[in-house]
């Protein structure tokens, strides 16, 4: 399997999720605008995203996929089977605790996450969105067990593209059924859940056409036997430490969030939009790679191929470098035109562009660190090995907050942005440091030389985000949104030309990239 083909078809089914993303926050920006409402639908829609970051796309995917992996390698096609059906009911059953406890407990997670909605009269809204989309957190968790299935058979088209569906829903059902609630906003809620249903719907056809479709047991004999199948065990104390370490990271977007809530109203919504502009680029390269190297590095440590796992890595981190770091010349240089492009209309004026701006740009100095620590990762988890990355969390989350404290009272909501930003960067270089001492990492591969080549393209590309930047009032050009969206169309293009030109002519080439797994 050749893993530049496979990153790019995963990076080109995101990037259709990320732009169906970007359109439902763009229809949300021009309907709500950045107001209390808002806040109250990103802070009851954080929640379960926060959840399924720690159940589903975090703690279970880092212990599931590494043991699904060893498991299919060793034990053929019938015994991953029985332990993906074992995984699924467990897995099940959790999650409808977890709801049932969410929908009742609402008021106090919604304090816990944002006591300061209570200050400008959001918190009912929240409340009420909290339970509307609790739900959500059961039907991602098991969405994600079929992408960890799927993206081990190296099958990655589908969970590259359920995401697609989650956007598709919320925008029609904000477009055709706002209307009929007295408060609009609630429309989105109903969309999530739809979302969620959706995505899983799609998955199940999958996973029958590979042989993988779970069973889920409803007995409490086929619980038990569930419990105590090995492989199910082995992911279940493998994700004891997984849980920790990215309940760290979530619990520094919980204090960051309820910091927010105390701020201007419309904060917790600038940073929300940047966010969605951020994630852009943190997905197409960070999500894609780390998705593609997962399982080929767990093969690879199966199989105790130190070179393989060496060449893995050198490609993957190249590759985030040469991508990731014109996108974050762009949040920091181009930010206020992709802001006004995206979201300058209707309700959403002209303050609201520019502290969307200040998130972006604060955003930009730390996008590389967020990117390569989705990268770095996977090789601590394909050796199923969480510690490490749960320490480096603890010293990541403390870093962190004492950041908030300096930076929130100087740069307000941007300075939480800043603060997510220095700490991947710190992140990113002590799990790189670790993976150096286990010599995972290889030697003598060419690095100075490959950054002073790309450092002139940098500079080339920066120098046309600048001009950019400046030639056009984005703001006045309001009244003339298709002049507008065309500037920034030639400008983005003509920055990349410039870019990928200097970097052919300073001797990179795509054949460099090519890389098989095995």
């Not at 229809?27 to 209390?36: K, P, Q, V």
């Not at 477009?175 to 959706?198: D, H, K, N, Q, R």
């Not at 042989?211 to 004999?221: A, F, H, R, T, W």
């Not at 562009?353 to 740009?361: D, F, P, R, Y």
Request: hydrophobic share 55%; glycine share 8%.
């Amino acid at each position: 399997m050749n893993l530049l083909s496979a990153a790019a078809k995963v990076s080109s089914l995101t990037m259709l999720s990320r732009i169906t993303g970007l359109l439902r926050e763009t229809l949300i920006a021009r309907t709500y605008g950045a107001s209390e409402w808002t806040d109250a639908f990103n802070v009851a829609f954080r929640i379960p995203n926060l959840l399924r970051r720690l159940f589903a796309e975090g703690a279970f995917s880092q212990a599931f996929v590494p043991v699904l992996g060893e498991t299919n390698a060793k034990e053929g096609k019938e015994g991953t089977a029985l332990m993906v059906s074992a995984i699924a009911t467990l897995l099940f059953w959790a999650l409808v605790a977890t709801v049932i406890l969410g929908v009742v407990g609402a008021p106090w997670i919604i304090f816990v996450v944002a006591s300061g909605l209570k200050e400008n009269g959001a918190h009912e809204a929240s409340l009420a969105l909290t339970r509307i989309m609790f739900p959500y957190i059961g039907l991602i968790s098991m969405v994600s067990l079929s992408a960890g299935i799927l993206n081990t058979y190296k099958k990655f088209a589908v969970p590259a593209f359920t995401p697609v569906l989650l956007n598709l829903s919320m925008i029609f059902s904000s477009w055709l059924l706002s209307p009929y609630f007295e408060t609009p906003i609630y429309a989105l809620g109903i969309g999530v859940i739809l979302g969620g249903l959706t995505q899983l719907s799609l998955q199940i056809p999958a996973l029958k056409k590979i042989g993988m479709l779970p069973k889920i047991g409803l007995s409490i004999q086929t619980i038990k036997n569930a419990w105590h199948h090995p492989g199910a065990r082995k992911v279940l104390q493998l994700m004891l430490p997984a849980l920790f370490a990215v309940s760290v990271a979530q619990l520094s977007l919980i204090i960051n969030t309820n910091i927010a809530s105390h701020l201007t109203a419309g904060s917790v919504s600038w940073l929300s939009y940047a966010d969605r502009l951020m994630e852009f680029p943190t997905a197409l390269l960070g999500v894609a790679l780390g998705t593609v190297l997962l399982p080929s590095l767990s093969k690879a440590n199966a199989l105790a191929d130190k070179e393989q796992i060496a060449r893995l890595m050198d490609w993957g981190l190249k590759l985030t470098f040469i991508l990731a770091a014109p996108a974050a010349l762009a949040l920091l240089m181009f930010g206020q035109p992709l802001a006004a492009v995206l979201y300058h209309y209707g309700q959403f004026n002209a303050i609201d562009v520019n502290m969307t701006q200040h998130a972006l740009a604060a955003y930009g100095v730390g996008l590389i660190g967020l990117i390569l620590v989705k990268i770095l990762a996977p090789a601590y988890y394909s050796r199923q090995d969480i510690k490490t990355p749960v320490k480096i969390a603890i010293r990541v989350l403390v870093i962190t907050q004492l950041a908030n404290i300096v930076l929130v009272p100087w740069l307000d909501h941007a300075g939480l942005a800043l603060s997510i930003g220095l700490g991947a960067c710190i992140n990113a270089f002590l799990l790189w440091r670790g993976l150096a001492k286990l010599e995972v990492l290889q030697k003598n591969s060419g690095w100075f030389k490959f950054f002073a080549k790309l450092s002139i393209g940098l500079v080339a590309i920066g120098i046309v985000f600048y001009f950019g930047a400046r030639q056009h009032d984005w703001l006045e050009l309001r009244n003339t949104p298709m002049i507008r969206i065309g500037l920034l169309t030639l400008w983005v293009s003509l920055a990349g030309f410039v870019y990928l030109a200097t970097l052919w002519l300073t001797g990179f080439r795509t054949k460099d990239f090519l890389h098989q797994a095995k």
